[in-house]
């Protein structure tokens, strides 16, 4: 081979390679990212009226942080995240996400557990331009109008967790169909924004089902005795009592309205959608029926293997808030590996990140995941019953529309 030939076959083999290089995106090197670290976070109810929910959720995400940077990481980045515990209060949810988002650096983060943190803490990233990724929150005006009542919508917020204007409507339209009602009573809690959005989407679906509700009972979460408000809506006998509560309130609720001898139906929200929940209800809460966005025993490759994975590393089962807190991390990984990240312009990739969270197409705990145009789920809807056991038995599958 002469000299010329020699030198442009060189530069031809330099030129390819340096192609092969540069790829931080989709269909790019898997090394590109070699070296660096992804910087998530996740402000999460660890404690307080949230934490039957948060820790599965933080379980979840530590889970798919350990899988991903396991086999290779992120086109060779690893992953570090930081979990905040907000104590199930506001104000520390905000505080915890500033701090994320201004000292800690992150390019996205996960939370909060409770909607009523959400109204604080997701304007608040989307005036960071920071990208949040809500994997419990399912109350009203989480995506896109974080701002509401403000029109502009909301660009940085996403949600992974099956809103309460799709899982309560599917839960009572599924149950009226089954069992065709005729009375319900409501008892919701007054102080956070999750139960009141619960029991405002109720009273708007009763009638598309033809079911009168004959009375709405508000109480507190903070009241130490519940049965004086069981007691009103057993004595009107109805059908169906509908409960919008977090925490251990539903059980509560069921295990009171047993023990003074009625015995209809109780329907819920995500609130009922966690073991804890169902363990403690026990008996009382056979086939109490909820909406959810995940079914334990769903046969599909992804959720088989995070189910056994989940068990291996905790020796428990996951949840709902597990799936979808394990999702969660994917979602970000997945866009993070399309984003062709710099790692030098923190507004830039995150900016780059939103963009690639949009065209989100994975297989998860869920099912095939895709976000709507307005940042929301679109997926199939799981209607469960508790077993009596502190298990759930699938009663419907209600495909995404």
Known sequence: MNRTRLFGWLVATLLVAACGSTGGGGGGNANSYS????????????????????????????????????????????????????????????????TLITSNNVLAFLGPTLSNSAVAVHPLAESLKT??????????????????????????????????????????????????????????AQDDKFSSDGGTIVQ????????????????????ADLSPYVTQAVQLKPDVIFITSLGGIPAKIMTAARNQGWQGQFLGGNGFNTATVSKQAGAAGTGARSASAWYIGNEFASNKDFVTAYKNEYSKDPDQFAAQG?????????AAKRANLTFTDT??????????IETVNIQSPLGPFQFTSSHDVKQTVWIIQMDGAGGFKLVHEVKAS
Do not use: W
């Open 35 to 98: 070296g660096k670290t992804i910087k998530f976070g996740a402000v999460l109810s660890i404690t307080g009226a949230g934490g039957v929910y948060g820790p599965q959720s933080r379980d979840g995400a530590k889970l798919a942080v350990k899988e991903i940077n396991a086999s290779g990481g992120v086109n060779g980045a690893q992953i570090e995240l930081t979990v905040e515990d907000d104590a199930s209060d506001k104000a520390q949810s905000q505080q915890k996400a500033q």
């Open 131 to 188: 990208p949040v990724l809500a994997v419990s929150t399912t109350g009203i005006h989480i995506v896109p109008d974080c701002k509401f009542p403000e029109t502009t919508p909301c660009k940085y917020v996403f949600r992974d967790s099956l809103g309460e204007e799709t899982a309560i409507p599917a839960n009572i339209k599924a149950y009226a169909a089954d069992s065709h009602p005729k009375t319900g009573v409501l008892l919701v």
């Open 204 to 223: 708007k679906t009763v009638a598309q089902y033809n079911i009168d509700l004959l009375k709405t009972i508000p109480f507190s979460k903070n009241d």
């Open 326 to 334: 394990y999702t969660g991390l994917k979602i970000l990984a997945d």
């Open 347 to 356: 507004a830039g990739d995150r900016d780059k990140l939103r963009a690639a």
